[in-house]
């Protein structure tokens, strides 16, 4: 069983909708979220990055962690053609650098 | 802001030939760290120097993987006689580490896409 489980999709959506990716994770060491854009041929971008359990909210992106479940979302609100790409979770515990990543969701945002 | 800077950004190649890739980090940035990616998959940890030390190697690292941070500023990595399985994307990333800059985020490059034929 992988640390972390990401389901791959490919998850199409119409412009305008409200999107909501996964993650959920088996070491309960992990304290520290993040949540990475990628498009074809290029490298992760960083979209959210949180501590611990709770929201943050930057722009159309809430990120939320929940650390019972150890479960992790990203919502994307009014979806737009320009957000299609690989939506990429990553953890770490904070005691190493090493972060470990979701297999990343494909999502297609259709004008 | 410059960002993390990768080269070269496509590597064709013969299997069994060496290569090698460099990582320029974010000027200010002490950690930097290599992953590799495969199509359809995350990416997976390699290995990360905090200045020139290599504080960390994955089990990933074969012995014909090698990795050098010497002045603590960009970084190489080196695979020696190349096999098909190693064809992947290999990504760099730095974040900046210590007083008060405890487990920064990680800003990753473009990559390197190493084919072998």
């Known amino acids: 069983q992988k640390e972390v489980e990401q389901d791959p999709g490919p998850l199409s959506v119409p412009e305008g909708a409200i999107v909501s990716l996964n993650c959920t994770y088996s070491n309960s060491a992990f304290q520290y979220f993040m949540w990475y854009r990628q498009y074809s041929r290029k490298g992760p971008e960083l979209l959210m990055y949180t501590y611990s359990s709770g929201n943050k909210e930057d722009g159309r992106f809430t990120a939320q962690v929940d650390k019972s479940s150890k479960y992790i979302s990203l919502f994307i609100r009014d979806s737009q053609p320009s957000d299609s790409a690989t939506y990429l979770c990553?953890?770490?515990?904070?005691?190493?650098?090493?972060?470990?990543f979701g297999q990343g969701t494909t999502l297609q945002v259709k004008p | 802001d410059t960002g993390v800077s990768q080269n070269p950004r496509h590597k064709i190649t013969k299997r069994g030939q060496n290569v090698t890739f460099r990582c320029d980090p974010i000027s200010e940035h002490n950690r930097l760290y290599w992953y590799r990616q495969t199509l359809g998959q995350g990416p997976e940890f390699l290995t990360y120097?905090?200045?020139?030390?290599?504080?960390?190697k994955s089990r990933l690292l074969s012995d014909r993987f090698s990795a050098e941070r010497p002045k603590g500023s960009f970084s190489t990595l080196e695979i020696q006689r190349t096999e098909q399985g190693d064809s992947a994307m290999y990504l760099c990333?730095?974040?900046?580490?210590?007083?008060?800059?405890?487990?920064?985020?990680?800003?990753f490059g473009d990559g390197t896409r190493l084919s072998i034929l």
């Open positions: 990333a730095s974040s900046p580490y210590g007083q008060g800059l405890l487990n920064q985020p990680q800003h």
């Open positions: 120097f905090q200045n020139e030390a290599q504080l960390e």
């Open positions: 990553a953890m770490n515990s904070g005691n190493t650098g090493k972060l470990i």
